[in-house]
C-alpha cells in the first residue's frame, strides 16, 4: 500500500503583491515550494509526489525537482482553472493506481505552506490511514465573532479550529468524490469540504502547527523569512 502527496503549485501572487506565482519566490535563498517539497522526499510515509502547476510554471517545476535532487518518484501534472480543478487533475493522475489498490492514502498539500513538519504530514497519514480522513487544525489565538440581527456574538473557541494542510483521505473514496463534485459543478474551499459533502468519510482534526502558515500577503513574506531560518535551523543547515 503506498501515499500519494499532491502539492498544489498553481497560483499566484496578486495578493502579495508579486509578479510571480509565489511558491517560486525566494525564502532564505530557496524557492518557497522547496521546503515542503524537501519534507515530503525525506519522510517514509510519502511513495509518490504529484506537483500540479500552471502550465506557464511547468518548466520551473521541472527544475526545481532536479536541482533539489528529489528522490521520491515525482510528476508534474497542469492544474486547473480553480484549485478544486486542480486537485481533481492531481487525483485524475493518479486514478488507475488509485482504481487498482496500489495507492491507499492521499494527501492534499498547499505549496504555498512551505514549513510544514515531518510530524504534522506523517500524524495526518497515519490518523487518515486509520479513520478514513484526517485534517490539522488548531484554536485561534485570536477572538472570532458572528452577527446576530447586528449584533456581535463571540463563538466559543473550544468548538473552533482554524484548518491547515496537508490534508489526507483514503485514496479510492476521495477519489469518487471529486468526481461527484464535478458533475455537480461543486467548488469547495480545501478537501475536506468536499469529502464532507461527496463522501462518507469520517474526517478527523489532529494537532495542527501554528508555524505551517499559508502564504497569502506581503507581510506573510517576512514572517516566512524568520520561520525559514527556525527551520533550516533546526534540519542544521542554518
Not at 165 to 171: I, L, M, R
Not at 219 to 235: K, N, P
Request: proline content about 5%.
Amino acid at each position: 500500500m503506498m501515499t500519494a502527496a499532491i502539492v498544489l503549485a498553481g497560483g499566484s501572487g496578486s495578493r502579495a503583491r508579486i509578479d510571480i506565482n509565489k511558491v517560486y519566490l525566494p525564502i532564505r535563498g530557496r524557492p518557497m515550494l522547496a521546503y515542503s517539497l524537501d519534507t515530503m522526499d525525506k519522510s517514509d510515509a510519502v511513495d509518490v509526489i504529484v506537483l500540479v502547476v500552471r502550465e506557464v510554471d511547468r518548466e520551473q517545476a521541472e527544475l526545481l525537482v532536479q536541482q533539489n535532487e528529489v528522490g521520491t518518484p515525482t510528476m508534474i501534472v497542469g492544474g486547473g482553472r480553480t484549485r478544486q480543478a486542480s486537485e481533481y487533475e492531481g487525483l485524475t493522475a493518479l486514478a488507475g493506481r488509485i482504481e487498482s489498490g496500489e495507492i491507499d492514502c492521499v494527501v492534499i498539500h498547499d505549496g504555498a505552506r512551505p514549513f510544514m513538519s515531518a510530524k504534522l504530514l506523517e500524524r495526518v497519514i497515519a490518523r487518515a490511514r486509520r479513520d478514513g480522513g484526517a485534517i490539522p487544525g488548531y484554536v485561534p489565538e485570536e477572538p472570532l465573532y458572528e452577527t446576530q440581527d447586528g449584533l456581535i456574538v463571540s463563538l466559543a473557541e473550544g468548538d473552533l479550529r482554524k484548518v491547515q494542510t496537508p490534508q489526507g483521505f483514503h485514496a479510492l473514496p476521495l477519489l469518487q468524490a471529486y468526481r461527484r463534485a464535478k458533475r455537480a459543478g461543486f467548488e469547495g474551499v480545501d478537501t475536506a469540504e468536499t469529502v464532507e459533502r461527496f463522501s462518507d468519510l469520517p474526517i478527523r482534526v489532529v494537532a495542527g502547527d501554528p508555524r505551517n502558515i499559508k502564504v497569502t500577503y506581503v507581510e506573510d513574506i517576512f514572517v516566512a523569512e524568520d520561520l525559514a531560518y527556525d527551520w533550516q535551523r533546526d534540519r542544521g543547515d542554518a
